[in-house]
């Protein structure tokens, strides 16, 4: 199993600018182990999409089996 990693930047509260933000083109590639230390105590929270009949993203019961 591996993972990939994106970046984005959060701007202090109030000194944003609306309607934009900053995130990196690239993602960095992890093996389970590499992903693990590199967390922390960070929790990662999964969530399951597929694109439905019209283009749009919703969100599935990871339980649920997806079509193949």
């Known amino acids: 199993m ?7 930047q959060k701007q202090p509260y109030g000194s ?6 900053v995130s990196s ?3 960095a590639s992890l093996c389970k182990k590499c992903m693990l230390s590199f967390g922390g105590n960070f929790k990662i929270r ?7 009949s019209e283009g749009k993203w919703l969100e599935i019961s990871p339980q649920q089996e997806l079509e193949v």
Do not use: D, L
């Open 25 to 27: 083109t690239n993602k």
């Open 16 to 21: 944003g600018i609306k309607n934009r933000f």
């Open 2 to 8: 591996s993972y990939n990693a994106s970046f984005t």
């Open 46 to 52: 999964w969530v399951t999409r597929e694109k439905n």
